[in-house]
DNA sequence: CCAATAGTGTCTTTGAGACAGTATACC
DNA sequence: GGTATACTGTCTCAAAGACACTATTGG
């Protein structure tokens, strides 16, 4: 056997994007920000927004980008994370495409700019994109599907639910972020018990809120803490 | 504002690639397989084994195919699974790289097979590799970090420490492998309560194994479950 | 007998589920 | 007063931590 060098395959051509799962909660549904597309393949049909990365930029900062360029909110008031790759070879028929898929979460954020850029954009509930016959295009039916997984996760295991608030915020209005996510009631009590007193999750602000009706709630800010441990577990088994 | 098609930037040349954080335990020791890198960039440096993705291959199956050519073993015996894709540019100083990063865990692996590919590869004890002055190549000593994070964790809330095991096993081995892992011994009882008691993560087979000294233990097969709920958590506090 | 490893039982503490009851607003 | 929402307290149960104790091998 000769001393060749390291066995590389070749340096197929290849194209790498970022795709966006933009979530927010907007009247009281978990929505996804979708765009239309104007052009072949799948014009028409709605997707998730993305791009091809630029060259001197990172993931991250693509993932930004983009962010920016869809929503026009600067991501310093956005989660964002990036969730996987996707890369199956005729996900894309244009060629072979590799696409890093990113979560981002936002308080009830603005209808999409029309500004930067004139496809159509708009809110769909996760709910619709999923379930009915609203074709997307490429795989992400499967990226989409697995974000709305990811976060589900995520409000198990980190204190990220707070991000779908808006500061400052309630511990009901953080409860219903879990109950319109995860999609059943929980315990008010429980719920309270749980993240008032988990160190660093919420930071009380002092002040109150009053609505048309009822006791003046408590505000608070989000705390510094990213982990949720124990963490606070959907119970699969019961109601 | 003109109704421009969808703004994606340019398709820059890029490449991608797949990087393998294989682990096994030898020796009682965490491990993970090290390449020598004969050509530059980073020539004589060790580094994460990898290559270029081939042009009909998915992601998993190019990870697939290079864990069979470093380690001369057939995926269906391993645990492979996507970590996550790095792509800073300047991570690879030819260009823009983006990898994405998997990991591989199996029961004592056989010494790396220098058959098919002349570049020396060896085990190498994953404390050494991130402490010590041995420098990784390109960014490979952040993907390491973030891959010993990545299977400390799936060790809490997955079942997969059972894929460090040669079937059958006992539960003395199966705790060895958290011991050594994340790094602090276990309560020899309330673990064997946890993972017996654990619906789908053990499966007996009804043997005994006996050893030079002591009780014979019973032997194990890995049940078919994959989450661990409720978790089995590290407590960070005390010892 | 002893040494060594495997396995059981039990007391205590922590935290979650269930849910009654109290507090503070507006009408 | 009544309704609506916010919050507290408490009982119970599940599961983890601590650790004593028994079981089964070989020497």
Chains 1, 2 share one sequence.
Not at 47 to 72: K, V
Not at 135 to 147: K, M, N, R, S
Not at 177 to 188: K, N, R, T
Not at 190 to 198: C, E, H, I
Request: net charge negative.
């Amino acid at each position: 056997m000769s001393a060749t060098r390291r066995t590389i395959g070749h340096k197929e051509p290849m194209s790498v994007t970022v795709d966006l799962v933009i979530f927010t909660i907007r009247d009281d549904v978990l929505q996804v920000l979708l765009v239309e597309r104007g052009n072949e393949p799948f014009a028409g049909c709605w997707a998730l927004p993305g791009g091809y990365m630029r060259s001197n930029e990172t993931l991250d900062g693509a993932a930004r980008r983009e962010l920016y360029e869809e929503t026009g909110v600067d991501v310093g008031r956005l989660h964002l994370e990036q969730l996987r790759a996707y890369g199956d070879p005729g996900r894309d028929p244009r060629g072979r495409v590799v696409t890093v898929a990113y979560l981002a979460l936002g308080p009830d954020l603005p209808a999409p700019v029309a500004g930067t850029d004139a496809r159509s954009a708009r809110w769909t509930a996760v709910a619709s994109a999923l379930d009915s016959g609203m074709e997307l295009a490429f795989d992400h039916a499967v990226i989409l599907a697995d974000a709305l997984e990811g976060a589900r996760r995520r409000l198990e295991y980190t204190t990220v639910a707070a991000a779908f608030c808006v500061e400052p915020f309630t511990v009901s209005e953080l409860r219903r972020v879990y109950e319109i996510i995860w999609g059943f009631p929980l315990d008010p009590s429980n719920f309270r018990r749980k993240v008032t007193r988990t160190e660093g999750f919420l930071e009380a602000t002092g002040e109150r809120r009053m609505l048309e009706s009822g006791r003046p709630a408590a505000l608070y800010r989000r705390g510094g803490a990213e982990a949720l441990v124990p963490p606070l577990l959907r119970h699969f088994s019961d109601g």
